[in-house]
Structures are given as structure tokens and as C-alpha cells.
């Protein structure tokens, strides 16, 4: 099968908005609901479908709000965490299931990690891939990120109306060649210069003499895939969820602190600069029922760049705590 090859796209009327999404496997048991990060889409999990589907697994994996096929809403408050975990949860009644095992990459993780925290009953299980599970701020994030790593830091500079959006979408080819490649461009980028800025992506995007590693982990084919959707439907879309980073904060006051009582599998990368393993190493404080593996030489783009050994902790944890 071709790495580009996707099952049907499908469509939902969910929580006020559509969702595209992409279904494998047979329809029984807990199905796995996959939720991708920025800037990607449900066919960065291309390969974890197929191997899940193969393995008799229900999955399912959406172009997120904001993204793809999906509906793009202009309220940037409409990209907040209620509505986000409210999409899933609505997704699961279009479905006809009542609880999922919900995985998430970059924002998606930080999505499924408060799906048991404010979708409780709907929530049977959580795999974090990269992104840890973490305690409420005791600050405004946006604040902290602000006086840490400076006005230049990628997510402060998308709180800006309109001038990420405008960089990125300037040259989309040239923007998903500089974000989807291997570790090196992110350690970078957190180990800047002697008195620069960290992760100041802006500023590396426009110093990057467009080189794409021979090793890079995705075909021209795969990278088509990303540059064609981002080329139709902008970047904003995805960054309005970082613009919802201090609404959040405000509206998770008294949410839980801890999950218990519930399975949860935590997958971190050796080498992301940006969710670093160190990042994870509180959780097991945090969490009643947590098993943690960390993947050897894999940077951020983990199910893509290490599908095979993602998939294999995925399915060997499934199989003992979800057994069909």
C-alpha cells in the first residue's frame, strides 16, 4: 500500500461545526481515536492506521477543527479546549460509541489528556505521544513563555493576530520542509545563540537556506500531502489553538489535578527539543495506572519518523489492557 493511501474520508456534523475524518478496522471493541498535532493532519497517523486496522482495531483519526478538511470557524474562541475535547466526545455519539482510548501527538496530546479530565464517562483509556501530562500553570502560560523565553518564542509570536499566519503561509512548501524534518532543525532552535532568542521559528525559517537532509522522514509524495492541504486552507486555523493557551488556563481553575482509575500509556522521543523526555518524568506523581517508554533517535515527529516501534508499544499495550 502506498504511503500516501488513506481510507475513504468521511464526514460529521459535530458540536456545530464538520469534521473530516478517516476510519479502519472492524467496528467493535474500544476504538482508538487518533488526534494530530500542528501543523499536521489525521494522515500524519497513516501508518498507525493501517498497522491498528490490520491488528482487527477500531480506529479512527480526524482532521482536527482548524484543520484539512474540517471546519475553520473564525472566533478564536472557538479553538479553545471545550470546544476541542467537545468535538471528540461528539464524534464518539456520531459513532455510536460510548468511550474511545484517545491518542494524541503534540496538541493533540495535550487535547486527550484533559479528555478524562472534562470527558470523564467517555473516556476509557490515554496515550500520550511526546506531549506529558501536565499540572495546571500556576500562571498564565503565555506569560511565563513571555518572560522565559522572550516576545520571539514561537508560541508568544503566534499570539500576534495575522503575522505568523502571514510568514507561514507565504511559501507552505518552504514552511513544511523547514518544520517536518529530524531532530536537528528543533535542537537548534532550543539551543539558540549566546544571548538569541529560543525556538524563535520565525527568525530560523527565514535564515534557512532551504536544505531538505537526504534522510528526511518523508517522501515527496507524503510531503505533497501536507503542503497541498496547507497551501488550501492556511495555517490560522491551527494557530488559533495557541491563541487559546491563557482562555484555557482561565477556564481549567478547579478542574482535577490527577488521573486515576484510568489505563494510560506515555510515549516519549530521545531527541525533541520541544517536548523533551525530561518533561514526562513527574507523570507517574500524577497519574494512578502509567506504564512509560521513551523511542531511541526519534526527534518530534515520532509516528512518522519511528511508526514501527510506535506502533508496537501502541499495540502491545492495547493488547494487555484492552484485550479483544
Known amino acids: 500500500m502506498p504511503t500516501t493511501e488513506m ?14 475524518y478517516y476510519e479502519a478496522g472492524p467496528r467493535q471493541g474500544v476504538p482508538v481515536v487518533l488526534c494530530h498535532g500542528f501543523p499536521e493532519l489525521a494522515f500524519s497517523w497513516r501508518h498507525q492506521i493501517r498497522a491498528l486496522a490490520d491488528a482487527g482495531r477500531w480506529v479512527i483519526a480526524p482532521d482536527q477543527r482548524g484543520y484539512g478538511g474540517s471546519s475553520r470557524p473564525e472566533p478564536v474562541t472557538d479553538y479553545d479546549m471545550a470546544h476541542l475535547t467537545g468535538d471528540l466526545a461528539s464524534l464518539l455519539d456520531h459513532l455510536g460509541a460510548e468511550t474511545a482510548i484517545f491518542c494524541g501527538h503534540d496538541w493533540g496530546g495535550i487535547v486527550v489528556w484533559q479528555m478524562p479530565l472534562m470527558h470523564r464517562d467517555r473516556t476509557a483509556g490515554v496515550i500520550g505521544l511526546n506531549t506529558p501530562f501536565l499540572p495546571r500553570s500556576p500562571a498564565d502560560p503565555i506569560a511565563i513563555m513571555r518572560n522565559r523565553f522572550g516576545p520571539d518564542m514561537y508560541i508568544v509570536w503566534f499570539q500576534t493576530p495575522g503575522d505568523a499566519d502571514r510568514t507561514l503561509g507565504a511559501d507552505v512548501g518552504r514552511t513544511m520542509r523547514f518544520f517536518m524534518r529530524r531532530p536537528r532543525v528543533l535542537q537548534a532552535a532550543a539551543a539558540p545563540p549566546e544571548g538569541g532568542p529560543t525556538f524563535a521559528f520565525k527568525d530560523l525559517l527565514g535564515q534557512w537556506d532551504g536544505t531538505y537532509e537526504p534522510d528526511a522522514f518523508l517522501s515527496e509524495d507524503e510531503l505533497a500531502v501536507f503542503v497541498d ?41 530521545e531527541n525533541d527539543a520541544v517536548l523533551t523526555p525530561a518533561m514526562a518524568e513527574p507523570m507517574p506523581m500524577l497519574i494512578g495506572d502509567l506504564e512509560m517508554h521513551m523511542i531511541q533517535g526519534s526527534g518530534h515527529w515520532t509516528q512518522q519518523e519511528k511508526p514501527a516501534e510506535v506502533n ?11 484485550p479483544k
Do not use: H
Not at 7 to 20: D, F, M, S, T, Y
Not at 312 to 322: E, G, K, T
Open 229 to 269: 492541504t496547507f497551501r488550501r486552507t492556511g495555517f490560522t486555523g491551527g494557530i488559533n489553538w495557541y491563541r487559546n493557551f491563557t482562555r484555557n488556563w482561565e477556564c481549567s481553575e478547579g478542574l482535577a489535578q490527577r488521573i486515576d482509575d484510568l489505563p494510560c500509556l506515555m510515549i516519549t522521543a
Open 7 to 20: 481510507p475513504p474520508v468521511q464526514r460529521a456534523k459535530v458540536n456545530g461545526i464538520e469534521l473530516a
Open 312 to 322: 508496537r508499544l501502541i499495540l502491545d499495550w492495547l493488547d494487555r489492557r484492552f
